[in-house]
């Protein structure tokens, strides 16, 4: 458990490279088991997420070496061994695990997956996917396996947009016999990069970032050197954290139009917003007024992931500003805590009407999930007085060093463990 304490008023300024993403190296550091090959991935973030699938690498016996932000994982020794559920149940990308295994052993099994309480979190279209290409799924109360000895391509049709689903079966698709088309994929971003990813071990794959993904089998490779592309959310953090506090500040290393939704609501709040080729520098006078309404919705829509932050960038914002969120029911457990720094916010199941106050007062609260402890930060660097967040390691699951980059803008905040 560790405990943030900030001391809010201080205006940001400065620059920022942004961390590789979180949810781009997890799927990716999966398919590193597809075939036996020697991946380096360079930009790893260091996050309690990766270094626990680090473990479950090794615990399959592949040979796991972190130098800095960059890892080796040498899956050439591979065995379908056992994994401590107490590794896979830290996190939902564990499931991932289910579609690399089987595609690399013709079997696979995995603990029922873990990650935020953000209300109910299905699997059924991840195993259907499994099931298209010839996959038998048992579930018991705690496990999920999936045996398939002879994967076969097929049409899988998502029926509604899933980013861990369609990487799990472009997972597992990579290890089938025949062309895979799926249908009504999701089109995040880091979709994107586990197909370039596995196009780098040998894979055929096409589509991804649309709605339909054509793989085509895979002529395996020996070695794959790969850099994890930009978290876009910790990009946005930082954006928000600099819109709330007033200042100017640039983040370095990201992709600006994987923030084009976070950008446009900063900017028609009265931010200033310059994006260059790699970078968006954001100016704020700290007097910001409410975007109106924000609705979350699959890529390229507004993210889900986002709306933590921006909500706590809009609780001093001039007016009411509507946030409907549309991917998971409990994503609004934030609000409850926000309220106890002064915040005016009222929430109706799925919708959280804020309605802007001139001052937030710092206070001890809680974070609940990993976005929604980024949105007390967020709030509390703009709160009078001190904040104290309690964290149950969830913030660390998904910031690396967010308090010593917060500190470099001028920010006055600690974490201790
Ligand atoms: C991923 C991200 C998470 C992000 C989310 C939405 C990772 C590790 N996590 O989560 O940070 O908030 O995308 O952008 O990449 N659903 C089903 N059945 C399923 C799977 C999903 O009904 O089998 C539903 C979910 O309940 C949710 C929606 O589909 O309402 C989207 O979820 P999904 O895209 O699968 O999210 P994750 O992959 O879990």
Avoid at 336 to 354: H, Q
């Amino acid at each position: 458990m560790g405990i943030w304490k900030l001391h809010g008023g201080d205006r940001l300024y400065g620059e920022v490279t942004i961390q590789g993403a979180k949810n781009a190296v997890l799927p990716i550091l999966s398919a590193a088991l597809v075939t036996g090959c020697v991946t380096t991935l360079e930009n790893v973030p260091r996050l309690r997420d990766v270094e626990n699938t680090l473990r479950i690498l090794e615990c399959l016996d592949c040979r796991v070496e972190r130098d800095g932000n960059r890892v080796t994982v040498d899956s050439r020794p591979a065995r379908l061994n056992p994994v401590p559920p107490e590794l896979m149940t830290r996190m939902r990308s564990s499931v991932l695990f289910l579609g690399a295994m089987t595609a690399r052993f013709g079997a696979g099994c995995v603990s029922m997956p873990g990650g935020c309480m953000l209300g109910p979190r299905p699997v059924d279209l991840h195993l259907r996917a499994l099931e298209t290409l010839g996959g038998e799924i048992t579930v018991t109360d705690e496990t999920i396996a999936c045996r398939a000895p002879r994967l076969r391509g097929g049409h899988i049709h998502f029926p509604t947009p899933s980013v861990g689903a369609t990487e799990n079966a472009l997972l597992a698709a990579c290890a089938a016999a025949g062309e895979t088309v799926i249908t009504g994929a999701a089109r995040e971003p880091e979709i994107g990069d586990l197909q370039n990813f596995l196009r780098a071990m040998g894979a055929e794959i096409t589509g991804a970032g649309t709605d339909t993904v054509r793989i085509r089998g895979m002529t395996p490779r020996e070695e794959v050197t790969y850099s994890v592309m930009p978290d876009r959310i910790a990009g946005a953090t930082i954006l928000c954290a600099a819109a709330a506090c007033g200042g100017d500040v640039t983040v370095r290393q990201v992709v600006p139009e994987h923030l084009d939704t976070v950008t446009d609501a900063l900017f028609s709040m009265g931010c200033g917003i310059q994006t260059g080729r790699n970078t968006v520098r954001l100016t704020s006078d700290g007097c910001l007024r409410s975007p109106g309404v924000i609705e979350t919705r699959p890529y390229p829509g507004f993210p889900t992931d986002a709306q933590p932050v921006l909500l706590a960038a809009c609780l001093k914002a001039e007016g009411v500003t509507e946030f409907r969120e549309t991917i998971f029911s409990g994503r609004l457990r934030h609000t409850r805590e926000l309220m106890k720094l002064g915040a005016d916010i009222r929430v109706d199941d799925r919708t959280a009407l804020v309605t802007g106050v001139p001052v937030l007062t710092g206070a001890a609260v809680t974070a609940m999930d990993l976005r929604g402890g980024a949105a007390l930060i967020v709030a509390g660097l703009t709160a009078e007085g001190e904040t104290e967040i309690v964290d149950r390691d969830l913030i660390t699951r998904g910031y690396e060093h967010l308090d010593r980059i917060l500190r470099a803008l001028g920010a006055d905040i600690t974490y201790s463990d």
